[in-house]
């Protein structure tokens, strides 16, 4: 399971948080015949780390480990590098710190809530003097990474109480957040040496941008004289006549091209407009990790901040769009399947601006930013505080702990939509609840969510029968697409009744549907107890939930929008994809904003409980 990424530390009651290790991530397979120790590309680490295979092969019981593999250098801190050439520093401890448990005793735990699995962990690890259980802090996120900072850690893992572990994907449940800056790159080449210096000069550096290496630097410190030759001596199988930038970068010496196969990690001071890293320290090679796997995920110095780009940089929307926001990277790829752009993105959200706005107007957001295109990560900010322009519309809330404040951004026009979908905001998340009214939301909603064995018109037939309920107890209702792969149902309240009140009336709406379907629909939050059903989820009901906005993008595959739809077009044959940012504006100039009742007059929520307890 993978992390996504943030920038900022938070506090909150329903995360817990760990030590960012600077080592290799390890998954340990023990009480086998042969034991084994591998990475995350089922490189084996084996002889290269024999002290923590001999731990691995010494536990007898079978279970499934994850972890990481860390040497601590003379002053006590995790260093990757002596971890990389660990043959020259045996005389540094190594530890195992395991931090998750997958199987035990043959049995998948995977689907238990993560707090679970790090009980069972605690309680049935055999730790030894190389092998160590890695504890963490909950709640309060800030306070620790104060600690990392102070001890000049790399940073520090966030993650979800209750997430289940997904193996290879990459998800917000569990969040890097950096106090180091660090990078992974691609080395392109080498210099001559200079003076004294042996071997080579620098490593010439580069990232995968949309499938082509882009250069971001070159880094010359971070080496000894041991470590230029063994890289020299490794290099030489690689080199090629062909600048695999294709074009020419500003390297002061020749250079000497690499076929694109070595990943580096380094350790940078700041990126420039042009998202070259600065002041590069070569931290060692990932033998982990492969140029496929780079292409395949794009981290942060080799894409050019948003905020930090060149007029050159810049390009015209066509149509040409007017807006106060200085438009940036318009021919970035977010679709890469269907080849849309950035610029695609933003001209739909000018063009649907009339349409979305009602939506989004005094509603706090909490903006999702996938700035490299739905390959690429995903991280949530709700915080802009210091980054939002000054002519946008903010309000200062408590967080929910109420130790900290947040400034949320109002999406109250048309400029902040396109400044929202600048910054890689595909699709748009605001709060039930407006500014005016904010613990009485203006609607209920019921989330349709899924499961991978349910077909979609299973999901048809759980929106019918809720839509039959509701028309029973006297209830309007208003159906639209995720965008994804479920369908949302809205319940009009005018901003009359609570968050409580709302969701209790979507936990009966919920529980009568999910009883006249029992073998498709379930009411039951935890996924291993949900067996394989579809998830009506009345949970959203609570202040600060979000969910797609009506006509939002949404970053899937074929640039889908959330699409409100007549009830009459719920029923088999209806399909997702169906509604694009190509083609939703002709749907929504054509039959108008289906969902404007949505924010009408609301139920009379006292009479439709009274109606539901008599049936």
């Not at 697409?481 to 979507?506: N, Q, V």
């Amino acid at each position: 399971m993978l992390a996504g990424e943030t920038r900022l530390p938070f506090s909150n009651n329903q995360w817990i948080f760990e030590i960012k290790w600077d080592g290799y991530r390890a998954i340990a397979k023990c009480g086998l015949k042969h034991p084994l120790l591998y990475s995350r590309n089922a490189v084996s680490f084996e002889e290269k780390y024999p002290k923590i295979y001999n731990a691995v092969r010494a536990i007898t019981t079978k279970m499934v480990l994850d972890g990481e593999i860390v040497v601590f250098d003379e002053n006590g801190n995790p260093n990757f590098q002596k971890l990389q050439y660990y043959s020259h520093y045996e005389h540094l401890p190594m530890y195992y710190y395991v931090f998750d448990i997958l199987q035990y005793k043959g049995k998948e735990v995977m689907d238990l809530p993560l707090l679970e699995r790090k009980a069972l962990l605690k309680k049935v690890l055999p730790e030894s003097d190389v092998i160590r259980y890695c504890d963490h802090v909950e709640n309060d996120g800030e306070a620790f990474f104060t600690v990392m900072q102070q001890r000049n850690m790399e940073g520090m893992i966030a993650k979800l109480k209750t997430s289940v572990y997904i193996p290879g994907t990459r998800t917000n449940n569990w969040l890097k957040i950096k106090h180091q800056r660090t990078e992974e790159v691609v080395i392109a080449g080498y210099t001559a040496p200079k003076g004294a210096r042996q071997f080579f000069g620098a490593v010439v550096l580069g990232k995968y941008e949309n499938g082509k290496l882009v250069y971001v630097g070159h880094s010359g410190t971070g080496f000894d004289k041991a470590l230029l030759k063994e890289l020299f001596n490794k290099f030489q199988s690689y080199i090629t006549h062909e600048n695999p930038f294709g074009k020419w970068v500003p390297v002061n010496n020749g250079v000497i091209w690499l076929k694109p196969h070595f990943v580096a990690n380094i350790r940078y001071s700041e990126l420039t407009r042009e998202g070259i890293v600065r002041h590069p320290v070569f931290q060692g090679l990932r033998e982990d990790k492969t140029t496929e796997d780079m292409k395949k995920g794009n981290t942060s110095a080799a894409n050019k901040n948003d905020k930090q780009s060149t007029p050159a940089e810049h390009a015209t929307v066509t149509p040409p769009v007017k807006t106060k926001v200085e438009l940036t990277h318009l021919d970035k790829i977010y679709w890469p399947d269907e080849q849309i752009t950035k610029g695609d993105l933003i001209n739909y959200y000018n063009a649907v601006y009339d349409y979305i706005i009602p939506y989004l107007r005094n509603r706090p957001q909490s903006m999702k930013r996938t700035p490299n295109g739905i390959a690429g990560q995903s991280f949530f900010q709700k915080d802009v505080k210091e980054i939002a322009p000054d002519w946008a519309k903010t309000i200062i809330l408590p967080a929910d702990n109420n130790e900290k404040e947040i400034e949320y951004l109002l999406c109250n026009d048309k400029d902040t939509l396109l400044y929202m979908a600048n910054l890689g905001c595909i699709e748009i998340n605001p709060w039930n609840s407006t500014i005016n009214h904010l613990d009485n939301p203006d609607y209920v909603v019921l989330d349709l969510d899924p499961s991978e064995k349910n077909s979609f018109e299973e999901v048809i037939t759980t929106a019918n029968i809720i839509k039959e309920l509701t028309d029973k107890v006297g209830a309007a209702a208003y159906c639209k697409t995720s965008g994804s792969t479920g369908l949302h149902i809205y319940i009009p309240l005018h901003a009359k009744y609570t968050y409580d009140e709302s969701r209790l009336f979507a936990e009966l709406i919920a529980n009568l549907a999910a009883q006249q379907i029992p073998e498709i629909a379930t009411v039951e939050r935890s996924l291993n107890k949900r067996h394989d059903k579809l998830y009506i989820d009345f949970l959203q009901n609570k202040k600060g939930q979000t969910l797609a906005a009506p006509y939002s993008a949404r970053p899937k595959p074929g640039a889908t929008v959330s699409m409100p739809l007549e009830w009459r077009e719920v029923k088999p044959g209806l399909q997702i994809a169906d509604f694009t940012i190509k083609n939703a504006l002709q749907r929504i100039e054509q039959k108008g904003d289906l969902f404007k009742p949505v924010l009408g007059k609301g139920i009379n929520l006292e009479g439709c409980i009274k109606k539901i307890e008599k049936l």
